[in-house]
């Protein structure tokens, strides 16, 4: 059914991380195949008042004072553009601090984050609820919709707690030992985890999977621990089903992601797989598709995960999560990893695959933060000559250790914050330049193509090593191309554009 047909229409806002934008993807999948008309065009302060979306679903997070800033600003501004909608709000910020958002307006409605997974059985039941006893398929009234998503949450509520409820016996397992029944319970808390999951996606040009949620650490900075809960793992086999599905499809590539994917440990026969031995799986058991992995800890970055990078389908682009250069503030951070084994994580990345695309985050200004630390941070980021920074302040998070300790003045911050940012700018176009005249493998982006006026049009893509280049002609999106790197566009890459480069097709 084109969407044109269908009677109810929801919005989709999606705020942080990549996990984030893929759980709304799967989501986004789950109302249309119910029957909503779906649009995940992101609003402005110049969008127009809008009275046909009935939900906005708003997919929050919480890893900073500022993104939760953004996300009510977003919230009163859907308010606004969207008068006959409930606004459904959902992810980290709502996990956290979900009275603190109901309390804004009357229309919001809270799912936390730690039941964003019924977001995949919400939508047929909304939709059956509202479509009973309207033949005429009249636009329902907000107090409607209010009553028909309270009403689908209550038995979403009162199904889980019935579930959790059942008994050993009750299940397919049949219980042997209580190790073996150790095992069940596992599984059987990972497996809500997961069930946003999609092979089709509306505004994502290459496809995701979730292999991973939660995690074990405990960094002194971070409330992501608290909002997801602990680290749990996709089991191997239903990560091939879906990686095997996603290529049949035709699809040329799938990023691995999580919360923290150096503390994958899936379930495959008797036994776990860590990371290493997952990629090994699915370069074995696929074909042709590439992998990309969205995100790594440097201790996680070892010979036996070596192994497994150097093959040609990992795509050669890596996420080192950082966070600073210094072994006092690192210790500080309660982050488990020291300055050398950054450099060595690097070292082994650069070995073996020659001049990968190496992104990093770092944090400025974290408490007790001295000119010094952060002299080795920015050292470190130019002998290692990252390909980016993502350098982002200092933000106390309730509930964290670091909340309460002495801050460094935000002065300071924002100008350590602007150095790095220089320096990430310089080195990416670095980079680029690098790269210039060379051929490399790309995927063409979703919505990227622009018919330019007196010209045969012009199309984007993302090379695998994630430059993103303009290319011209228009192009089918996400097919595979070759394109050769022309020049790097410092104004764009300086203003924060997403297109880095220009570029051409080679045929």
């Not at 109810?8 to 789950?30: K, M, W």
């Not at 997919?59 to 409930?86: D, G, M, W, Y």
């Not at 059956?128 to 005429?136: E, M, Q, R, S, V």
């Not at 010979?303 to 503030?329: C, K, T």
């Amino acid at each position: 059914m084109s969407d044109s047909k269908k009677s109810f229409s929801v919005h989709f806002e999606t705020l942080g991380c990549r996990l984030n934008q893929i759980e709304s993807e799967a989501a986004a999948h789950f109302f249309s195949e119910a029957g909503f008309a779906v649009d995940m065009k992101s609003i402005t302060g110049n969008s127009c008042e809008n009275h046909s979306v009935i939900l906005c679903i708003v997919n929050t997070c919480t890893v900073t004072s500022k993104a939760e800033q953004k996300a009510r600003r977003l919230i009163r501004l859907l308010l606004k553009k969207f008068p006959s909608a409930i606004i459904l709000v959902t992810g980290c910020y709502a996990e956290l601090d979900g009275k603190d958002i109901e309390a804004i307006d009357p229309r919001i409605v809270v799912l936390p984050g730690s039941l964003k997974d019924e977001l995949a059985e919400i939508p047929r039941e909304l939709y059956t609820g509202l479509a009973k006893n309207n033949a005429d398929k009249k636009l329902p009234s907000v107090d409607k919709v209010l009553e028909e998503l309270k009403k689908v949450l209550s038995c979403r509520n009162n199904h889980q707690e019935k579930n959790e409820e059942l008994s050993f016996q009750g299940t397919v397992f049949t219980p042997v030992d209580l190790k073996q029944k150790a095992l069940w319970e596992e599984q059987r808390q990972l497996k809500p985890h997961f069930k946003l999951s999609t092979d089709t996606f509306f505004i994502h040009s290459r496809a995701s999977i979730k292999i991973q949620d939660g995690c074990n650490s405990a960094c002194a900075y971070c409330r992501i621990h608290l909002a997801r809960g602990k680290s749990v793992s996709l089991d191997v086999q239903s990560v091939l089903d879906r990686i095997t599905k996603l290529e049949q499809s035709g699809q040329k590539e799938v990023v691995l992601t999580g919360v923290n994917l150096s503390q994958y440990r899936g379930s495959y026969g008797s036994g776990f797989c860590d990371l290493a031995d997952l990629l090994h799986l699915i370069l074995d058991k696929t074909d042709e598709i590439k992998i990309r992995i969205s995100s790594l800890y440097p201790e996680r970055v070892d010979h036996a995960l070596a192994l497994q990078l150097r093959n040609p389908r990992i795509q050669p682009h890596f996420h080192l999560s950082i966070q600073s250069g210094s072994d006092s503030i690192l210790r500080v951070m309660k982050r488990p990893y020291s300055r050398e084994k950054i450099y060595k994580a690097v070292e082994i990345l650069r070995q073996v695959k020659g001049d990968p695309f190496i992104a990093c985050d770092i944090i400025a200004g974290f408490p007790g933060e001295t000119d010094s630390d952060f002299e080795e941070t920015v050292t470190m980021c130019k002998e290692l000559n990252f390909a980016w920074i993502h350098a982002f302040p200092f933000s106390p998070r309730p509930g964290t250790p670091a909340y309460s300790m002495k801050q460094v003045p935000q002065s300071i911050v924002g100008e350590r914050v602007k150095k790095l940012h220089t320096i990430a700018l310089e080195q990416k176009v670095s980079y680029i330049t690098r790269w210039a005249g060379r051929p490399l493998e790309a995927i063409t982006e979703v919505n990227r193509q622009d018919r330019k006026a007196g010209t045969g049009g012009v199309s984007h893509a993302v090379t695998e090593n994630f430059i993103h280049v303009e290319v011209p002609g228009i192009l089918p999106e996400r097919s595979l191309v070759s394109v050769i790197i022309d020049q790097p566009l410092i104004d764009r890459i300086t203003k924060g554009d997403e297109t880095e480069a220009l570029g051409k097709i080679v045929y």
